[in-house]
C-alpha cells in the first residue's frame, strides 16, 4: 500500500499534465489503497441505502430472547431487545451515514466558503477569518459538541448541526492556500481584466480547481463526523428515537452486553464504523496526496512550515 | 527582538481564546433562550413567585451584560458555581477530577508517542518492506477504532485479569502504601492502554511521514556520502530534524486526547474530569459541564502555547 519514495538522486520524472477533470476518478483507479477504500464504502453505502429491502428481518420487530445467540437465522445473534443484528446494523449504518454525509455538507459549505472568500478576497478578509480560524482550531471540539448537544437536548437535526459547525476549520484552511496560488493563474486574471464579476470568477474559474481537493477533504471530514457521532450517541447525546451504529455500542454498554457474554451485540456495530473510517482515510487520504503536493509534509499541519519544493513523491498523506 | 515578539505574540494568543472559550461558555448557558438556566429552579410547576425568586437569587433578572460581567468577575476569583448534583462548589469536585485524569492521560500520551516513534521511525528507515506495510496498517486500523469501542473490546480480553472499573478497590481496608499503589497500577492499566492504543496510530503516521520527508533531503545523502553508520544517520541527522513537525503535531493532537479521556474514562467508570463531563450530561449538571468544558478548553490552549515555545526553542528561525 506504500507508495515507493524515490531514492535520493534518483531521475525525477515531471508528472504529465493531466486535466483536473476526472482526476478524482483515476487516483482511486490507480491507487490500489483508494481503489479498495472505496470499494468498500460503496458496499457499505449500498447496503444501507437497501435496508429497507434487503434488511432480513422488521427493524421495530422482537425476534427471539434477548441478546439472543448466533445462529442460522440470525448470524450475528439478537441485540437487547431481541431484534436481528444484522438488520440493526444495515439501519444503523444508514443513520450513521447520514449524520456522516449531513454534517460534512453543512461544514464544507462553511469551510468552503470562509475558504474561498480568505484566499480570494485576500488582505483584511482573509486575515480577519483566518485569526477565527485559528482561535476555533485551538478550542477542542469534541468537548463543545458536547455542551452544545447537551443544552440542544438530543435529535438527530442537532447532532448533525453541532457536529457541522465544528469541523469546518481544517477545510477552510486546505481550500484558503489553494485558491490563494488558483487566484493568481493567468486565465484568472485574464477573466478579472476582461471584467468578470467576482461571483463569476470564483464559480466558473476558481471552484473547478479546488473542487478535487474539496472532494478529498469531504471524504476526511466524513469519517471524522461518523466517529463524532459515536462519541455523542456513547454519551446519551444521541437522538434516543433513532439506532444508529453509536446508539447501538451505546445500548449494548448500557444493557450489560458484556457481562452478558454478548459479545456480538458490541462488536459488529463497532467494526462497522472502524471499517467505515479506515476506508475514509484511505481514500481520503490518497486524494488529498495526489492532488496536494504541499500537504505531503504538512498534511495534518495547521501550519505552513517552511517547504521547498518536493523531491519525487513523499509518503502518502493519511 | 523578533524571538520576544514571537513569545508574546504566541501568549496573547493564548489569552485571547482563553477568553473567546469563556465568552462562548457564557452565550451557550445564557443566552439559549428556554433552555440551561432558565429552566434552572428544576421545579416543574413552580409558582410565579417561586419562579421570581429563584431567579432573584440567581442574578437572572439581570441584563444579559450585567450577567457577563459578573460571570468574569467571580470567574476571575475562581468561582466556579455550585454542583447540582451534590451541591460542592465546581472548582472542588473539578479539582479532584482533574488530579485523577493527569496520571492516567499522561501515561497513555506516553505509551503512544514512544510506540508512534519507534513503528513510525521504522516505517520510514526500512521503506517498501513488510515492516512498514505491517506498522501503516497496523496504525491506522487503530486510528480508525472508535475510542470508546476499543474500550470495550479490552474489557471483554481482559475481564477477570484486570481491573476493569473505577480507580481503586473499594473493599482493600487499611491497605499498606505498597498495596495501594499495585492495585492504583492495575486499575490504571486498562484506560491507559486504550487512550495510548487510539492515539498511537496517528503519531506512526506523522511519524513516518515527517521521517520520510527529512531522509530525502540533501543533507542525509551527504552524510551517507561521507560513510557514516547508518544509526549515526538516523540518530544525529534524520530524527533531530523530524522531530519539528512530530512536536508540533503531537501538540495539534491535544484536542483529541480531550475526546479520547471522555470516552476512555466513560467506559472504565475512571473518576477524572472525562467522567465527570459524562457524569454532568447525564444529570444535566450545567455548572459542572460549563466548568468542565473551561478546565478542558484552558488545558488544550495551555499545552498548545507550551508546543508553540518548544518549538520555537527547537527551531529559532520560526518567528512567523
Redesign the interface.
Known amino acids: 500500500m506504500s507508495v515507493a519514495v524515490r531514492e535520493p538522486g534518483a531521475v525525477i520524472e515531471s508528472e504529465p499534465i493531466r486535466s483536473r477533470r476526472g482526476i478524482v476518478w483515476e487516483t482511486i483507479r490507480r491507487r490500489p489503497s483508494a481503489a479498495i477504500g472505496s470499494a468498500i464504502l460503496l458496499v457499505i453505502v449500498l447496503g444501507a441505502l437497501l435496508a429497507p429491502w434487503l434488511a432480513p428481518y422488521d427493524l421495530h420487530k422482537q425476534v427471539g430472547p434477548v441478546f439472543g445467540h448466533p445462529s442460522w437465522s440470525h448470524p450475528l445473534g439478537l441485540d437487547d431487545g431481541g431484534i436481528d443484528m444484522v438488520t440493526l446494523l444495515m439501519w444503523g449504518a444508514r443513520v450513521s451515514l447520514v449524520v456522516g454525509f449531513a454534517a460534512t455538507f453543512v461544514s464544507m459549505v462553511i469551510g468552503g466558503t470562509i475558504g474561498v472568500a480568505a484566499g480570494y478576497f485576500g488582505g483584511k478578509t482573509d486575515t480577519t477569518l483566518m485569526r477565527i480560524t485559528d482561535y476555533f482550531l485551538v478550542i477542542p471540539d469534541v468537548p463543545l459538541m458536547i455542551v452544545v448537544a447537551a443544552i440542544w437536548g438530543p435529535s438527530l437535526f442537532h447532532i448533525i448541526i453541532v457536529i457541522g459547525i465544528l469541523l469546518w476549520t481544517s477545510t477552510a484552511r486546505v481550500i484558503r492556500a489553494q485558491v490563494k496560488s488558483v487566484r493568481e493563474r493567468v486565465y484568472v486574471k485574464r477573466a478579472r481584466s476582461l471584467g468578470a464579476s467576482h461571483t463569476r470568477i470564483v464559480f466558473r474559474h476558481v471552484l473547478p480547481q479546488v473542487a478535487p481537493l474539496l472532494i478529498a477533504n469531504t471524504v476526511l471530514t466524513i469519517a471524522v463526523a461518523i466517529f463524532d457521532e459515536t462519541a455523542l450517541a456513547f454519551l446519551g447525546l444521541g437522538d434516543p428515537s433513532r439506532i444508529s451504529l453509536g446508539k447501538m455500542i451505546e445500548n449494548a454498554f448500557q444493557r450489560a452486553a458484556i457481562s452478558t457474554g454478548a459479545w456480538y451485540a458490541i462488536v459488529p456495530p463497532g467494526l462497522l464504523v472502524a471499517v467505515i473510517i479506515l476506508s475514509c482515510s484511505l481514500v481520503g487520504g490518497a486524494l488529498e496526496d495526489a492532488l496536494n503536493p504541499r500537504l505531503r509534509v504538512a498534511h495534518l499541519s495547521a501550519r505552513s512550515f517552511r517547504l521547498r519544493p518536493l523531491v519525487g513523491r513523499g509518503g502518502e498523506a493519511v | 527582538m523578533r524571538g520576544a515578539d514571537y513569545v508574546i505574540k504566541r501568549i496573547a ?1 493564548a489569552l ?2 482563553v477568553f ?2 469563556v465568552t ?2 457564557f452565550a ?2 445564557r443566552l ?1 433562550p428556554g ?2 438556566v432558565t429552566n434552572l429552579a428544576r421545579v416543574p410547576h413552580a409558582t410565579p413567585e417561586t419562579r421570581l425568586a429563584l431567579k432573584r437569587e440567581f442574578g437572572l433578572d439581570k441584563s444579559k451584560l450585567d450577567q457577563y460581567f459578573i460571570y468574569l468577575k467571580q470567574l476571575s476569583r475562581g468561582n466556579l458555581g455550585i454542583s447540582f448534583e451534590n451541591s460542592q462548589p465546581v472548582r472542588d469536585n473539578l479539582k479532584t477530577a482533574l488530579i485523577n485524569t493527569i496520571p492516567m492521560v499522561l501515561l497513555g500520551t506516553l505509551f503512544a508517542i514512544v510506540i508512534g516513534t519507534i513503528t513510525g521511525v521504522l516505517a ?1 528507515w526500512r ?2 518492506t513488510a515492516a ?2 505491517a506498522s ?2 497496523t496504525a ?2 487503530f ?8 474500550g ?2 479490552l ?2 480480553l481482559f ?1 477477570g485479569t484486570l481491573p476493569t472499573g473505577g480507580m481503586t478497590n473499594d473493599f482493600l481496608i487499611n491497605p499498606s502504601f505498597w498495596q495501594h499503589f499495585k492495585d492504583l497500577v492495575a486499575h490504571i492499566t486498562l484506560p491507559a492502554l486504550t487512550l495510548g492504543l487510539v492515539l498511537f496510530g ?1 503519531y506512526t ?2 511519524v ?3 521521517m ?2 527529512t ?2 533531503e ?1 543533507y ?2 551527504t552524510a ?1 556520502a561521507k560513510g557514516l553508520r547508518p544509526a549515526a544517520i538516523l540518530r544525529m541527522h534524520a530524527l533531530r530534524n523530524a522531530m ?2 512530530i512536536a ?2 503531537i501538540a ?1 493532537s ?2 483529541y486526547i ?2 479520547g479521556a ?2 476512555v474514562e ?2 472504565f467508570s475512571w473518576p477524572g474530569i472525562g467522567r465527570a ?2 457524569d ?3 444529570a ?1 449538571d ?1 455548572p459542572m ?2 466548568g ?2 473551561l478546565v ?2 484552558v488545558s ?2 495551555f499545552f ?1 502555547l507550551v508546543a508553540d515555545l518548544l518549538y520555537f526553542k527547537l527551531d529559532p ?1 520560526i518567528t512567523e
Open positions: 494568543f485571547l481564546t473567546i472559550a462562548i461558555n451557550l448557558f439559549a433552555t440551561a520510514a521503506r517498501g512498514e506495510g501503516v496498517t491506522l486500523a486510528y480508525s477504532m472508535p475510542t470508546h469501542w476499543l470495550l473490546m474489557v471483554i475481564a496517528e503516521l506523522i513516518r511521514s515527517a520520510l520527508e531522509l530525502s540533501d542525509i545523502l551517507r519539528l513537525p508540533t503535531l495539534l491535544l484536542g480531550v475526546a471522555i470516552l466513560t467506559v463531563v459524562y454532568a450530561v447525564l444535566r450545567y459541564l460549563q468542565a468544558f478542558l478548553t488544550v490552549v498548545n528561525r
